[in-house]
């Protein structure tokens, strides 16, 4: 076991809770992040692992591009095919039966909206539901007539 030297040391108190939440995201203690920076603070090469630091974020947000590209790519193509499908389906109206469509429209809107609100608040997503309910078919690619009637036998 490698002997420490104790040393009392003041800080800005905005930094400590820096320091404690990068403490605890990294899962170690606030004297080994003290110590980090004061390595990194010390030491000749101190460029080089800077560089080092911004390729590693750099390519993390790379990756979370990728991951906003793909799912924008779901979501428009999501939308295309449900105005295709509606189009497709829905008859145009008469005049006495717009001002009715319209008013139900408003009426469904504000539901849609409400509903929309509630399901971000959780954190949900269509994409983690589609992506778990697509899991859950990999499970049995054949299920059989039970399982996709839901009866039970």
Same mark, same amino acid.
């Given at each position: 076991?490698? *002997?420490? *030297?104790? /040393? ?6 905005? !930094? ?6 990068? #403490? /605890?995201?990294? &899962? ?6 003290? =110590?980090?920076?004061?390595? $990194? ?9 800077? =560089?080092?630091?911004? $390729?590693?974020?750099?390519?993390? /947000?790379?990756?979370?591009?990728d991951t906003l590209d793909l799912d924008l790519a779901?979501?428009? =193509? ?9 189009? *497709?389906?829905?008859?145009? !109206? $008469? @005049? *006495? #039966? ?5 008013? &139900?429209?408003?009426?469904?809107? =504000?539901? %849609?909206?409400?509903? !929309? @609100?509630?399901?971000?608040?959780? @954190?949900?997503? %269509?994409?983690?539901? !589609? $992506?778990?309910? /697509?899991?859950?078919l990999d499970d049995d690619p054949f299920p059989d007539?039970?399982?996709?009637? @839901?009866?039970?036998?």
């Open positions: 076991m490698t *002997t420490r *030297t104790r /040393l009392n040391l003041y800080f800005d108190p905005a !930094l400590m809770p820096q320091i404690e939440s990068l #403490a /605890l995201r990294r &899962k170690v203690s606030k004297s080994a992040i003290v =110590e980090a920076a004061v390595m $990194s603070y010390l030491s000749g090469d101190s460029a080089d692992r800077l =560089e080092a630091a911004m $390729s590693r974020r750099l390519d993390k /947000l790379g990756r979370q591009i779901v979501l428009g =193509e999501t939308v295309a095919q449900f105005i295709h499908f509606w189009m *497709t389906l829905t008859p145009p !109206l $008469s @005049g *006495t #039966a717009q001002s009715a469509a319209r008013a &139900k429209g408003a009426e469904r809107f =504000e539901g %849609f909206m409400q509903t !929309l @609100g509630k399901r971000l608040a959780t @954190g949900d997503s %269509f994409l983690k539901e !589609l $992506s778990r309910d /697509l899991d859950s007539e039970s399982e996709i009637n @839901g009866s039970q036998d």
